[in-house]
């Protein structure tokens, strides 16, 4: 099946300081990856949408600067989350879409907590 | 832009029995696509059931059946045969048929907490 890895699971920052999540798509080709920023319990907010070799599309009310989206390949795109923030603290959910197989498939999603 | 209401934040089941989690969505599209995700606590989301909204015949997988009305935008799930593994976070989403300008995002409801009772 459709594999989408994401990395780090879980990952604890000081504040001030950037993270970098990874979200790979193991064996297919992802025309499109997103990304997704969960509170607990409450459902899941896309943050923004990547096209591989392209600028990402940010949804209203997402600091661009802030969080960094780089697609530089069909199977990798990353989230940086830059000057992090205890209010930045958050479940972290990367999506990838394919053509073959056809769908869109999640990543395990990163727990990020900013101390 | 569309929207998708799941008005049941927590719903509640016996194992074995029959349980339908609710969801409404607006939209002025024609053809789209609805899905029902399933979030258990490790959080991976699991893709549940698949609708494409051109084709009336209501999907099915195994226990897991929809009830769909299109013209009351309506995207119901039941799930027969309750399981103890069933008990999750479920989210309705919706999804353009569209490729252009971001349209292949999936628009989530709130999400339905459904717990199952032994």
């Known amino acids: 099946g459709a594999v989408v890895s994401q990395h780090p699971s879980w990952v604890i920052c000081k504040s001030g300081t950037s993270v970098k999540i990874e979200c790979r798509s193991l064996d297919f080709q992802a025309t499109t990856m997103f990304w997704y920023r969960q509170f607990p319990k409450q459902s899941l907010m896309l943050m923004a949408t990547?096209?591989?070799?392209?600028?990402?599309?940010?949804e209203q009310g997402v600091e661009k600067d802030k969080f960094l989206i780089n697609h530089a390949s069909l199977t990798l795109s990353t989230l940086t989350v830059t000057s992090a923030h205890p209010e930045d603290s958050s479940f972290y959910i990367c999506?990838?879409?394919?053509?073959?197989?056809?769908?869109?498939?999640f990543g395990q999603g990163t727990r990020l907590t900013v101390v | 832009a569309q929207t998708v209401t799941q008005s049941q934040p927590e719903m509640s089941v016996q194992e074995a029995e029959t349980v339908t989690l609710s969801c409404t969505y607006d939209?002025?599209?024609?053809?789209?696509?609805l899905f029902w995700y399933k979030q258990p606590p490790s959080r991976q989301m699991i893709l549940v059931i698949r609708?494409?909204?051109?084709?009336?015949q209501n999907a099915t997988e195994n226990r897991f059946s929809v009830n769909f009305q299109k013209a009351a935008k309506s995207f119901s799930l039941k799930i027969s045969d309750s399981q103890l593994g069933d008990a999750a976070m479920y989210f309705c989403?919706?999804?353009?048929?569209?490729?252009?300008?971001?349209?292949?995002?999936?628009?989530f409801g709130k999400g339905t907490k459904l717990t199952v009772n032994p």
């Open positions: 989403a919706y999804r353009s048929l569209l490729t252009q300008g971001g349209s292949e995002k999936l628009v």
């Open positions: 609708q494409e909204a051109y084709k009336q």
């Open positions: 990547s096209n591989e070799g392209s600028k990402a599309t940010y």
């Open positions: 939209t002025s599209e024609s053809d789209y696509y």
């Open positions: 999506s990838a879409r394919a053509i073959a197989p056809r769908g869109t498939f």
